[in-house]
């Protein structure tokens, strides 16, 4: 059976692909690879990988394109579950024959619920990693045959036994190739990535024990298993040969310095290939790592710091203190490397003082950019079951109308509404410093394409706190 793997349309500048933290319309356009899906797409004959949100596909549009599958896997995200069960829906109404799937970490954890949900729009859901799921599926194995799936039979749910994790990494296909086959590569856009950009994962899965972090509790594992660093040389190679127009190379792991020697070992075999590239890294990574990744042509990390207490970061098992996040960006300064950082508005322990104890900590950090979030409890972590026994969620809805994040948490202490305007206290009080904006200034009369990248990037971050605005009477 030929598949094809659809990221469904959504709303505008949504961004709910597999590589996304957040599944959101953000501040300014960024689109993330939708790697998961390319893996198996390359693992099956006849494959095709549509991305609806980057490639503005209409409905009609992709159903029009279905119509020549036999099987619609799609990458659905708790936020967009209803939308894309539509889509699924719509599928089904033009061609009843189509084995119509749903994976990603909310249907991994919440099978039952989200084939229910579906009343027949749905046939199967994947449970976890769904890259051999898929595959036997398209073979034309029997589905009870078929690990890791669940689907109704009868009326009665059936769940087959669980897909252990895949070790072998090595034996996945590259999922490059696929991206230059069927995706728009140009217009995948991250603003402080040097673009265009071509994002892979070395290794799955994470060791830390974050309480919100999504993947690693519910989908990839808390351990981590890498790729050989020569397998992962061999696909940076192809991209450098095959992808010409790539500027920067993006390692889209969890965490790509969890396992340090694998990252050293990765940075000596890409040093001589003389490309730029970024990481997600934590903030203890020790300074001789990052100068070995550095002098191999790391330009960039981007860090989660989450917020600038300490006992917040205990709250949420970060592994990180304060104090450490210092050290780590003075190293990254002191070598040369850009830094992202990345915060959470609304975790456990939050109130107005440890709001503005967190402003002040990026501005003392001066990061080159920064991504205010709001703490979303998906179903399947920690931070939900923790929200869920306080009794802290006020909706199930984690986006408004026009695909923006809301905020549904109320602490006795502080209000969703309250959280919800922190994050845009957050960027005025960091982007609007004068010494920001003096170092912005200083950019953009050197670099034209940098004036033309920055002027864009406010007048799409403008216009997307006007909309936020609008719809912040749905937050209280």
């Not at 109704?152 to 897909?163: N, S």
């Not at 809301?406 to 206290?425: Q, R």
């Not at 957050?426 to 009369?445: A, D, E, T, V």
Request: with cysteine.
């Amino acid at each position: 059976m030929k598949p094809l793997f659809l990221n469904p349309p959504t709303f505008e500048d949504f961004d709910g692909g597999a590589g996304a933290r957040y599944q959101a319309s953000r501040e300014v356009t960024s689109f993330w690879y939708p790697t998961w899906l390319c893996f198996p797409a390359g693992m099956i004959s006849g494959s095709r990988v549509v991305d609806a949100p980057v490639q503005k596909l209409s409905m009609e549009e992709c159903l029009s394109i279905a119509m020549d599958f036999d099987v619609v896997v799609m990458y659905t995200s708790t936020p967009t579950l209803q939308m894309d069960i539509e889509t699924a829906r719509h599928i089904k109404g033009i061609k009843p024959s189509v084995v119509t799937v749903l994976t990603g970490p909310h249907v991994t954890v919440l099978p039952e619920k989200s084939l229910r949900a579906s009343h027949g729009a749905i046939d199967i859901v994947c449970r976890g990693e769904f890259d051999y799921s898929t595959k036997e599926l398209c073979e034309g194995r029997e589905w009870e045959r078929i690990d890791g799936i669940s689907f109704i039979r009868d009326d009665k749910i059936v769940h087959t036994p669980d897909r252990p994790m895949i070790d072998n990494l090595d034996a996945l296909p590259f999922v490059a190739p696929i991206y230059k086959r069927d995706l728009p590569i140009k217009e995948y856009v991250i603003p402080h990535f040097k673009n265009p950009y071509v994002s892979i994962y070395s290794s799955r899965g994470c060791p830390s024990h974050c309480i919100y972090c999504l993947w690693p509790q519910t989908f990839s594992g808390r351990s981590m298993r890498v790729r050989s660093a020569r397998n992962v040389f061999e696909e940076i190679s192809w991209i450098v040969d095959n992808i010409p127009e790539m500027r920067e190379l993006s390692f889209d792991d969890d965490t790509f310095t969890a396992d340090r020697k694998h990252a050293r070992e990765v940075a000596g075999l890409i040093k001589p290939l003389g490309i730029s590239w970024t990481i997600n890294a934590r903030a203890n990574t020790d300074y001789e790592t990052l100068k070995i990744m550095r002098e191999a042509g790391l330009r960039h990390v981007v860090v989660g710091f989450e917020s600038g207490n300490d006992q917040i970061l205990k709250n949420i098992k970060k592994g990180v203190t304060v104090s450490q996040a210092v050290t780590f960006a003075r190293d990254c300064k002191k070598l040369g490397l850009s830094i992202h950082g990345a915060f959470i508005m609304g975790l456990p322990g939050e109130t107005q003082d440890t709001i503005r104890q967190t402003i002040e900590f990026a501005k003392q950090l001066d990061l080159n950019s920064i991504q205010a979030s709001l703490a979303s409890p998906y179903p399947g972590t920690e931070f939900y079951a923790l929200c869920k026994q306080n009794g802290w969620i006020s909706s199930d809805d984690f986006i408004d109308d026009s695909g923006h994040q809301k905020c549904v948490i109320n602490y006795p202490n502080l209000s969703n509404t309250e959280i919800f305007n922190s994050v845009e206290e957050f960027y005025n009080k960091f982007y609007f410093r004068p010494k920001y904006i003096l170092r912005s200034i200083g950019r953009m009369i050197v670099d034209g394409d940098e004036r033309k990248k920055l002027l864009k990037e406010g007048r799409q971050y403008l216009q997307y706190m006007r909309k936020r605005k609008e719809s912040c009477s749905d937050c209280s």
